[in-house]
């Protein structure tokens, strides 16, 4: 079956990087169109960044723009999510999701549009 799971969670200083690992599993991971969703407490989930399956298009949210790096090794089928200088405010359970497209660039940018969900890392940031 299919199988997202999310690691490199922790609790981290302001300031501090992470980087976020998404292993990928029973899917033609290299077909599919992958995102970094988080949640906060009391607060709905939000896409924090997207990537095609080429690599070749990629999103960011105006809230990680310019301090995070989505990226993603098909030969490995693993998704990454690299996240600097981080802030107290990104502290949320991070997911992967994923979604088979024939587009090389597409990606996506609603929760229902992704059929595939791993369980979660939680990352928090301390002040």
Known sequence: QVQLVESGGG????????RLSCAASGLS????????FRQAPGKERELVAAISWSSNSTYYAD????R???????AKNTLWLQMNILQPEATAVY???????RNSCTYY???NEYDYWGQGTQVTVSS
């Open 95 to 101: 997911y992967c999701a994923g979604q088979f497209t």
């Open 109 to 111: 940018y609603r929760e």
């Open 63 to 66: 809230s990680v723009k310019g």
């Open 29 to 36: 991971f290299s077909r599919y169109a992958m995102g970094w």
């Open 11 to 18: 609790l981290v200083q302001a300031g501090d990087s992470l």
């Open 68 to 74: 995070s790096t989505i990226s993603r090794d098909n």
